[in-house]
């Protein structure tokens, strides 16, 4: 049997660094990046550009079965137009977080999630990456920052793309996020029970980054 392709899970709450992170980690091993929550941004821009009720389950469900979507080095296209901005919207975040419950929905990204896992590896972020979508990752990292930390530095990130921003909304924005993807039934956010909590509040990015390379090296000198 053909082994398995390794894989490191990267899940946290929204704007913990988890992006940026697992680009830098995947860059240093030279492995591919699986940005889970861009799938369920992309749905979500797929329904508000339609004339579909976001209350519209199976509708929901179809517009992701039907997703026409590349992911290239320099962007995203869904249906042949570039939306890599489109989707970084908080608009679409905060729609993406209230469809992503629906267990239907979810099934039907699962297999476009897990085909992204190929030789010689993947960093995979999101919300139930080791919980749900990669369960046998043999790295698997929880990474967390306190919320005050996570919306200044969403502030700061849309204020330089020219986005206007406010930090009080964010914060009050942030924590419903937070309290809907934590309670939800479904693949809520929560570490696996095998799973490194790391704690970006007071670390750069190299820093963190340095942290799970770390990790990595211990768990594949093994
Ligand atoms: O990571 P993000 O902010 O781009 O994710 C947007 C929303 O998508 C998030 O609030 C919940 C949902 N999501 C999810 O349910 N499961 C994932 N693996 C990734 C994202």
Redesign the pocket.
């Known amino acids: 049997m053909t082994q398995l392709a390794p894989v490191i899970t990267i899940d946290g709450p929204?704007a913990s660094g988890?992006g940026t992170v697992a680009h830098r980690v995947a860059q240093a091993l030279g492995w591919g990046v699986l940005d889970?929550?861009?799938l369920?941004?992309l749905t979500a821009l797929a329904v508000l550009r339609s004339n579909i009720s976001p209350k519209d389950g199976p509708s929901v469900v179809r517009a992701a079965q039907e997703l026409d979507v590349v992911f290239h080095a320099e962007g995203i296209l869904l249906g042949g137009r570039e939306v890599s901005e489109d989707i970084r919207q908080e608009q679409v975040?905060n729609l993406?977080?209230h469809i992503?419950p629906n267990p239907a929905l979810r099934a039907a990204l699962l297999a476009r999630q897990r085909a992204f896992r190929v030789k010689p590896g993947l960093v995979a972020d999101?919300?139930?990456?080791g919980t749900v979508v990669f369960t046998d990752a043999p790295l698997k990292i929880f990474l967390v920052a306190d919320v005050q930390a996570r919306a200044e530095r969403r502030c700061k990130q849309l204020i330089e793309k020219g986005i206007s921003a406010n930090l009080a909304d964010l914060l009050g924005d942030m924590r419903e996020?937070d309290a809907r993807?934590i309670n939800r039934a479904v693949?809520p956010l929560v570490a696996a029970p095998d799973a490194h909590t790391v704690d970006s509040s007071n670390l750069t990015v190299e820093q963190t980054v340095q942290s799970i390379l770390d990790l990595w090296s211990v768990v594949a000198g093994k």
Not at 126 to 129: F, S, T
């Open positions: 929204t988890k889970s929550g861009a369920y941004r975040g993406a977080s992503a999101g919300r139930d990456m996020r993807d693949a």
